[in-house]
């Protein structure tokens, strides 16, 4: 067996040798094509490593966001950072809630995490009063109910209102749908 891997080695044959190259740029290319998908998936995946620790950390935490009289029946989305403390490690991540009113006047705050791969959903981008992921499609209700791709409702952070305020809390499974 060693002698005939010899063989091929000695230039003896030379369109062997060109079949290798051959192989070695097509596994270049694939793996070009892996990394650029990694790249893509890295995103989410961060969200998906800072979620579990915001349900950790944020537990009793609430966080100003935004006053009571800008929030709208209408989605609008607002960004607020969480100081973060994890031994000497000390970051304030910026996180996202599209938060709204129902028709009852309640509000309520939803997570921009899609729930099918985790891309960040947008309200009303396609004007029919749904939440749209532009990563496979995925569209929700107002309330956060998965209508398709998606295999669960959007997740909802814990609200309060406090002195004209509204305050946010850690991330729980949608109470609405
Ligand atoms: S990640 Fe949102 S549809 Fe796939």
């Known amino acids: 067996m060693s002698n005939h891997e010899h063989h091929e080695n000695t230039a ?3 369109v062997k040798r060109s079949g290798m190259s051959r192989r070695q740029f097509l596994s270049y ?5 892996g990394a650029f998908m990694a790249a893509g998936m890295s ?3 961060i969200r998906f490593a800072v979620d579990p620790i915001l349900k950790k ?6 966080i100003k966001v935004v006053e009571e009289n ?4 209408d989605p609008q989305e607002f960004k607020f950072n969480i ?5 000497w490690y000390v970051s304030d991540p910026e996180l996202s809630a599209w938060i709204s009113k129902d028709s009852s006047g309640n509000f309520f705050a939803l997570s921009p995490v899609c729930k099918h791969l985790g891309c960040t959903i947008s309200w009303n981008t396609e004007k029919n009063n749904e939440y749209v992921c532009p990563c496979h499609n995925a569209h929700y209700t107002k309330d956060g109910k998965n209508l398709t ?4 409702p959007l997740d909802e952070y814990e609200l309060k209102i406090d002195k004209g305020w509204v305050y946010l809390g850690p991330i729980k499974a949608n109470t609405r749908v």
């Open 70 to 73: 800008k929030i709208t029946n």
């Open 29 to 33: 290319t694939l793996g070009g094509a």
């Open 149 to 152: 791709v998606a295999p669960k």
């Open 12 to 14: 003896h044959k030379p």
């Open 83 to 87: 100081h973060q403390v994890d031994g």
């Open 57 to 62: 950390k944020a537990g009793g935490t609430w």
């Open 43 to 45: 995103l989410p995946m």
